[in-house]
């Protein structure tokens, strides 16, 4: 029963990393295209609080609940299609800490992307999403 609610909380964790992962690029957009000082600041002010205070907590809980799982039920390690998706959340880690260098340059205002970069940024968490989610629900390897 216990791997059940950690199990449980794992997935509310993920999902509000995710809901992170997908809305700080759509406001990185929104920043890029902002022009009067007001928008830059308020973007600036939404950007820091969404990554700090819901990313980053949010994928701090995804990391401490998933290796209570695996410490739980260490048999899952033997399973391929867990290594690749341990692969693809060391990706998505790294595309996690890569939207909080981007904050931190739209708020010293150096900024060198357009809001078109952006846009398509914001999309590469989606294929993590879908791959990891079949990979743990299909069990293919």
Same mark, same amino acid.
């Given at each position: 029963?216990?791997?059940?609610?950690?199990?449980? =909380?794992?997935?509310? !964790?993920v999902?509000?990393?995710?809901?992170?992962? =997908?809305?700080?690029?759509?406001?990185?957009?929104?920043?890029?295209?902002? /022009?009067?000082?007001?928008? +830059?600041?308020?973007?600036?002010?939404?950007?820091?609080?969404?990554?700090?205070?819901?990313?980053?907590?949010?994928?701090? !809980?995804?990391?401490?609940?998933?290796?209570?799982?695996?410490?739980?039920?260490?048999?899952l390690?033997?399973?391929?299609?867990?290594?690749?998706?341990? /692969?693809?959340?060391? =990706?998505?880690?790294?595309?996690?800490?890569?939207?909080?260098?981007?904050?931190?340059?739209?708020? +010293?205002?150096?900024?060198?992307?357009?809001?078109?970069?952006?846009?398509?940024?914001?999309?590469?968490?989606?294929?993590?999403?879908?791959?990891?989610?079949?990979?743990?629900i299909?069990?293919? =390897?």
């Amino acid at each position: 029963m216990t791997y059940l609610w950690i199990k449980s =909380f794992h997935i509310i !964790a993920v999902v509000c990393w995710f809901a992170g992962l =997908f809305y700080l690029p759509r406001l990185f957009v929104y920043h890029a295209m902002s /022009t009067d000082s007001i928008s +830059q600041e308020r973007f600036t002010i939404m950007e820091r609080k969404l990554y700090r205070g819901i990313m980053h907590p949010s994928l701090v !809980a995804t990391l401490v609940l998933g290796l209570c799982m695996l410490y739980i039920n260490p048999a899952l390690l033997k399973a391929g299609w867990m290594h690749i998706k341990l /692969t693809l959340l060391v =990706f998505l880690i790294a595309y996690h800490f890569s939207l909080g260098v981007i904050y931190k340059r739209f708020a +010293q205002g150096s900024n060198q992307k357009s809001h078109v970069f952006y846009r398509w940024f914001n999309e590469l968490p989606v294929l993590f999403l879908i791959a990891i989610v079949l990979l743990a629900i299909l069990k293919p =390897f």
